[in-house]
């Protein structure tokens, strides 16, 4: 194990009381509360996703919502441990529009992700991963500065702004999103192999 990783889970812990408080954009107003990332501080593979979502929202951390319980069911499938993973957000406050009493999914806009932006750059400083996963078009965005063809560019590796590769796929929320059953198993097979391509990557040991 990189000596250099060991004791990190002070500074992170740190980095997510910061984040408790913050206001770098206008989305904390209406939000429950911050969703900081959550896993292993010496992870070789961060999960970047989109936004905390309604449920996370609530419970106070990433990836518990419908598609993060797909998300850890594949990566089980796929033999990834999730528990040596860190899984995170591009934005950490929940952006929605009010709907009854539903509160419906707004995607962030470009400022917003700039805002945020040096929240994840904190949490790749300190886990220093070998991988970093962006799930969806917005972390796509958030992890390189650039907006990126999600299909075009599935499957590929580029650099985050820390130099850190960077593996593109979708994020799992879009499987749900599919009506058709043969589709969505077909794009579920699909997130799956990216799994598997994921776990070859990761450090061994």
């Known amino acids: 194990m990189d000596a250099a990783k060991e004791g990190k889970l002070g500074p ?3 980095a997510r009381e910061e984040a408790a ?3 770098r954009c206008d989305l904390y107003k209406n939000a429950t509360q911050t969703v900081f990332g959550e896993g292993g501080a010496k992870a070789s593979v961060v999960f970047v996703g989109e936004q905390p979502g309604d449920r996370e929202d609530i419970e106070g951390r990433p990836f518990v919502g419908p598609a993060g319980r797909l998300f850890d069911t594949i990566l089980e499938e796929t ?4 528990k040596k993973t860190y899984v995170t957000n591009a934005v950490k406050h929940f952006k929605f529009q009010s709907r009854g009493k539903r509160r419906i999914h707004s995607k ?3 400022g ?3 805002a945020c932006r040096w929240w994840l750059g904190q949490e790749l400083t300190m886990i220093q991963p070998d991988l970093a996963v962006a799930l969806g078009a917005t972390a796509v965005r958030a992890l390189t500065g650039k907006a990126l063809a999600v299909n075009t560019l599935r499957g590929s590796v580029v650099e985050s702004a820390e130099g850190v590769p960077v593996f593109i796929t979708v994020h799992p929320s879009s499987l749900l999103r599919i009506p058709d059953r043969e589709a969505r198993h077909t794009a579920r097979e699909r997130f799956a192999e990216d799994m598997r391509k994921v776990k070859t990557m990761m ?3």
């Open 203 to 205: 450090r061994k040991g």
């Open 21 to 23: 408080d913050c206001t």
């Open 79 to 82: 033999g990834i441990d999730r």
């Open 112 to 114: 917003e992700i700039r």
């Open 108 to 110: 962030p806009n470009a």
């Open 12 to 14: 992170l812990k740190t």
